[in-house]
């Protein structure tokens, strides 16, 4: 009896938190194996911050990614302040916090406008999307810079920021310095409003997924810059408990370690986020999320688009209240003094709950680094939901199949170089 075998091979995905291609092959009509391979080079971080002294890891670890940089910083401060001992006050928190609005906005907009969109609208990219729908991508820039501009007001610039230092920043701005800023942060609320609502009539695929969510909760609001971990099926648990609960382990098809959750898979990043916190939201994108469809939790990869844009509003929403708020801190920055420990520092990068863990010795040099992302955390989740998606669909053919999978990918991980680099589709037939 002959095997028929079909293998969809989607090239090399460049300039991502590694590298990466897909393979998926299926035998006599039946799924055989899903493999999202990241090949990614050694990129050491956490070697050649040893040796270093602990003020210096939220500078270099912001390299990690340019597009989150400030999520790297937010975390590494967060782990070492905790090491040394350290809390920073109301006032500096609530402009680390403002800081890291601003990557939400950038970030969230940024996926949900120039690499997801397209894929809905049926578009190969946001170019060929803009001659038709030229208001919608300006929209989209327009907010995208609401964010850039806050970014670079709070942290001197948007890429790898400058103002941000362990126990706060170098300088702060004067409450009469917002003004401009708060002005354009209220007409991006209306764009993002308006984007929430677009993208909710999107047609989803249906897809619902099984895995155990984990993400940041804080008490009294939703969860950004800090806060203990939460899951949906188990009790919540100290950011020191980390790695008590969550292991890394080689996979023969990848070079990225896959993450566990007590020895089972399990996601983080937007709708973990929503699910475990929705009724912290803002006042407006609560109400936005509601119009939009959303219930308490949403378990369709797919729909991530509406949650990442009700999160936009959310971020706006509490940038603007921190603003009306602010109280300029009697000094920018707490003295943070090195000494022997362990710390370990958490945050919710907008596409998922980000650690860092740093041992500084009695030198007060970093002796041991631990940097786990989410990108990483989240792998065996996307293999499963693409095994999931490809036995439901094996009628498509072979291109309407590995399109659908890229645009389940997209749906998880907003890095614009993972998701606009995917390049010419293989197909092996034996």
Same mark, same amino acid.
């Given at each position: ?7 969809l ?7 991502v938190e ?7 092959t299926?035998r006599?009509g039946a ?5 999202l ?7 050491f971080f956490?070697a ?9 890891p ?5 390299r ?19 090491a040394c001992?350290v809390r920073?006050?109301d006032e500096?928190a609530?402009?680390r916090r ?10 969230? %907009?940024? +996926?949900?406008?120039l /690499? #997801? !969109?397209?894929?809905?609208l $049926?578009?190969?990219?946001?170019i060929?999307?803009a001659?038709?729908?030229?208001q ?42 917002f003004?401009p800023?708060a002005e ?10 308006v984007?929430v ?9 249906d ?6 969510l984990l993400?940041?909760t ?11 971990i939460a899951r ?6 100290p950011?020191?408990?980390f790695?008590?609960h969550?292991?890394?382990s080689? %996979?023969? +098809?990848s070079?990225? /370690? #896959? !993450?566990?959750?007590?020895? $089972? ?8 986020r ?8 803002s006042p407006i994108a ?15 990869p797919?729909?991530?688009?509406v949650v990442r ?5 959310c ?11 602010y109280e ?17 520092g ?21 002796s ?14 996307i293999?499963?939901?693409?095994a999931r ?8 053919d ?5 399109a659908?999978?890229?645009?389940l990918?997209?749906s ?14 293989t197909l092996?037939?034996?």
């Open positions: 009896m002959s095997s028929e075998r079909r293998t091979s989607v090239g090399t995905l460049t300039r590694g590298e990466g291609a897909l393979h998926v299926l006599n799924l055989e194996s899903v493999q391979n990241i090949y990614e080079p050694p990129r956490e050649f911050l040893r040796g270093r002294a602990h003020t210096e939220p500078d270099l670890t912001a990690v990614c340019g597009i989150c940089p400030v999520a790297y910083q937010v975390s590494a401060c967060n782990a070492i302040e905790d001992g920073v006050g500096l609530a402009l403002l800081l890291y609005c601003g990557e939400w906005i950038n970030s969230h %907009v940024l +996926h949900i406008y /690499l #997801h !969109a397209p894929d809905f $049926g578009y190969p990219d946001i060929t999307m001659r038709d729908h030229p919608v991508v300006e929209r989209g820039l327009s907010l995208k810079k609401a964010g850039n501009r806050l970014m670079e007001f709070v942290g001197g610039r948007a890429i790898h920021p400058i103002n941000v230092r362990l126990g706060g920043f170098y300088s702060t701005p004067t409450r009469s310095d003004t800023i354009q942060l209220r007409r991006a609320l209306d764009d993002a409003l984007t609502e677009w993208v909710s009539g999107f047609e989803f695929p897809l619902e997924f099984d895995h155990e993400a940041l804080a008490s009294g609001r939703y969860p950004i810059e800090n806060g203990s949906s099926a188990g009790p919540s648990f950011v020191a408990e790695s008590a969550i292991a890394e080689q %996979v023969p +098809h070079t990225a /370690l #896959h !993450a566990t959750l007590d020895g $089972g898979r399990y996601l983080t990043g937007p709708l973990a929503f699910a475990l916190n929705s009724s912290a939201l609560a109400q936005a999320a509601a119009r939009a469809g959303l219930s308490a939790e949403c378990r369709n797919f729909r991530s688009i844009a009700v999160e936009v509003v971020a706006i929403e509490e940038a603007l209240r921190i603003i009306d708020e300029r801190p009697s000094r920018p920055f707490v003295e943070v003094a090195a000494r022997a420990g362990v710390g370990h958490v945050s919710e990068a907008p596409r998922g709950l980000l650690y860092h863990r740093y041992r500084i010795g009695e030198d007060g040099l970093v041991a680094a631990t940097i786990i992302p989410p990108t990483a955390q989240n792998q065996a989740a293999e499963a939901d693409l998606l490809v036995s439901g669909n094996l009628s498509l072979d291109a309407a199949l590995t659908l999978c890229e645009r990918i997209r998880y991980d907003p890095c614009i170089s993972c998701s606009a680099h995917f390049l010419t589709v092996q037939r034996e």
